[in-house]
C-alpha cells in the first residue's frame, strides 16, 4: 500500500505547482492501485485495474438509481425501462467480470505466483486459521463476486472520501495544518509503516469527520425477510427499507453542530457516536467486510500526501454533490498541489 501510494507521490512531485489536477481523479488511480495489487497481486497492471475502474464508472453513469416497479410494487413497470440504458449497464459490468475473469484464470494457471494476494486464497481457499487442512475454495465465479466487492470497498468510496477530506482540509487550514504536524512528528521524514496508524488519531479522526459529513453511500437498501414492527411502525414482509446515512450523520438529535466540520469529535477520549447514528460502512451483520481495509487505506493516503504537499481548491471552482451509488464532487475537484518545504 506504502509503495503504490509513494509511486504516486513521486509522479506529482515532477509537476510544478502551476499544474491542475483532479484530485478526485488521483484518489481514484491511487486507491485502484492499492486495492488492485491488493485483491489481484502486483502482477496486476494498472491498465488492468484502469479498466475495472472504468466499468465500475460506467455502470454507475447508466444504472436506474430508483426501481419505481419495485419501490411502488407494480413489477408491469419493467416494461417501460430504458433499453438502451439498460444495455449499458449490462456491457459495464460485462468489461468489470471479462477483465476480473481474465485475471482469476491466470492465477488459476500460476497458483504460486502472487500467492499474497485475495484472489488466490479465494481460489485455493486458504483464508482461515485452520491452515489447508480445511481449506474451502471457491469457484471462478464466487471468487470474481467477493473480488467486485473488495475492490469497491477499498476503491470507489474511499477514493470519494478521501477527495472530500481535502475539500474540508482546504476549507479548514488550521486543521490541515494539524494533519501535516502530526505526520511530520510521527514520521521525521520517512515512510510510514502500518505501525504507524494508531500513531495518526487526528488524522484519522479527519478522515472519519469527514465520512460524517460526506458518507461514502448515503443511502442504504434492505428487504425485510419477515413481517416485523420498528417503533411501532408495521412493515410488511418483502418491504424495501431505506436507511440514510446523510441524515443520521447530519441530524441535531444525534450530533452537536451537525453541520460543522469538527474531527475533535472523533479524537481518542471523546465520546463515540452511537453505532447505528454513525455508520458510513453500514452496521450489523451487513457491515462492509473492507471498513478496516478502507481505515488504513484512507489514513495512510491522507499522511503521506500530507507529508509533501499542501493541496489548494481552485477559487474559480465551486464544489457540488452528485450522488449516484455513492457521493462524490460532480465535475470532479480540480487542486493544486502545493510542495512542502
Not at 515532477?14 to 495489487?37: F, Y
Not at 413489477?75 to 439498460?86: E, G, V, W
Not at 417503533?231 to 446523510?246: F, N
Request: charge should be negative; aromatic fraction near 8%; hydrophobic fraction near 40%.
Amino acid at each position: 500500500m506504502v509503495l503504490s501510494v509513494n509511486e504516486l507521490v513521486q509522479q506529482w512531485k515532477q509537476a510544478t505547482e502551476s499544474d491542475e489536477i483532479d484530485m478526485l481523479n488521483e484518489m481514484a488511480r491511487l486507491t485502484a492501485r492499492v486495492i488492485g495489487r491488493s485483491i489481484f497481486g502486483d502482477s496486476t497492471s494498472d491498465e488492468e485495474a484502469a479498466q475495472v475502474v472504468q466499468g465500475f464508472t460506467e455502470y454507475q453513469r447508466h444504472v436506474e438509481q430508483l426501481d419505481l416497479a419495485d419501490s411502488l410494487g407494480l413489477p408491469f413497470l419493467r416494461y417501460f425501462r430504458n433499453p438502451l440504458r439498460t444495455r449499458k449497464t449490462q456491457k459495464a459490468g460485462e468489461q468489470v467480470h471479462k477483465v476480473i475473469d481474465e485475471i482469476i484464470e491466470r492465477c488459476s494457471k500460476n497458483p504460486d505466483d502472487d500467492k499474497f494476494n485475495l484472489i488466490s486464497m479465494f481460489l485455493t481457499g486458504n483464508t482461515g486459521p485452520l491452515g489447508k487442512d480445511h481449506a474451502c475454495p471457491l469457484d471462478s465465479t464466487a471468487s470474481r463476486n467477493e473480488a467486485i466487492v473488495m475492490f469497491m470497498a477499498g476503491h470507489e468510496t474511499t477514493a470519494n472520501s478521501l477527495a472530500w477530506a481535502w475539500y474540508l482540509l482546504d476549507k479548514y487550514p488550521e486543521a490541515m495544518k494539524k494533519v501535516q504536524q502530526e505526520v511530520d512528528d510521527v514520521l521525521e521524514g520517512r515512510l510510514p509503516t502500518l505501525d504507524d496508524i494508531d500513531n495518526f488519531p487526528y488524522t484519522r479522526a479527519v478522515f472519519e469527520e469527514s465520512m460524517r459529513l460526506y458518507p461514502p453511500v448515503p443511502l442504504l437498501s434492505r428487504q425485510a425477510r419477515h413481517a416485523d414492527q420498528v417503533d411501532g411502525v408495521s412493515i410488511e414482509k418483502d418491504a424495501i427499507i431505506l436507511v440514510v446515512p446523510w441524515l443520521l450523520h447530519r441530524h441535531e438529535l444525534f450530533w452537536d453542530e451537525p453541520e460543522a466540520f469538527k474531527p475533535e469529535r472523533f479524537l481518542p477520549g471523546a465520546a463515540r457516536p452511537d453505532k447505528f447514528t454513525y455508520i458510513p460502512f453500514s452496521v450489523g451483520h451487513r457491515v462492509c467486510l473492507g471498513k478496516r481495509f478502507g481505515l488504513v487505506e484512507g489514513i495512510t493516503c491522507l499522511a503521506m500526501v500530507a507529508q509533501s504537499f499542501t493541496p489548494r481548491l481552485l477559487e474559480s471552482h465551486s464544489v457540488e454533490i452528485e450522488c449516484r451509488l455513492t457521493l462524490r464532487p460532480k465535475d470532479g475537484l480540480p487542486m493544486k498541489l502545493v510542495g512542502r518545504p
